[in-house]
């Protein structure tokens, strides 16, 4: 799965033939159920996509959603264990002295938090490091949302 692909299709909506292609194309072909539970994975459970209610997307970010349909894409987590090539140059083997030297110093105020936060025109990286900062578990990578634009300056 070409993860780069894959987060060029933030902010489509269920109904967005570009997106529903992508998504068969890599055994995908289900989307979440209208409930809380708005995830899917992929078959090795180590991508998961995350989707909002439209209405709910359209409230919360700038960008408005791609297509028609009751779900919009939110964010994409890539887990430890990943086999293919992330964006940015990014690779779960990175340190934070690593990512920060990649993508410039985190958005967070408490750099030893295990959550960081990183902005690389238009995407917004959610780093979630483990072992102290030695190795990174999950990429989230979305789109920022008002919150994520009044909060930390974009």
């Not at 899917?40 to 439209?54: A, H, N």
């Not at 894409?73 to 083997?93: C, E, I, K, T, Y």
């Amino acid at each position: 799965m070409n993860v780069t692909d894959l987060i060029a299709l933030l902010g489509h909506t269920s109904g967005s033939t570009a997106f529903r292609a992508f998504l068969r194309e890599h055994g995908m072909n289900r989307l979440p159920r209208v409930d809380p539970t708005t995830r899917v994975r992929s078959s090795d459970k180590l991508v998961s996509l995350e989707f909002d209610l439209t209405e709910s997307y359209r409230e919360t970010h700038d960008r408005g959603p791609v297509g028609d349909g009751w779900l919009t894409f939110r964010s994409v987590d890539v887990h430890q264990g990943f086999g293919g090539v992330l964006p940015l140059g990014l690779s779960h083997a990175m340190s934070k002295d690593d990512v920060d030297a990649l993508l410039g110093s985190s958005r967070d105020v408490d750099q030893s938090d295990p959550v960081q936060i990183y902005y690389s025109e238009p995407i917004l990286v959610i780093v979630f490091y483990g072992d102290g900062g030695t190795t990174i578990e999950t990429l989230r990578f979305q789109h920022p949302n008002r919150y994520d634009i009044e909060n930390y300056g974009l």
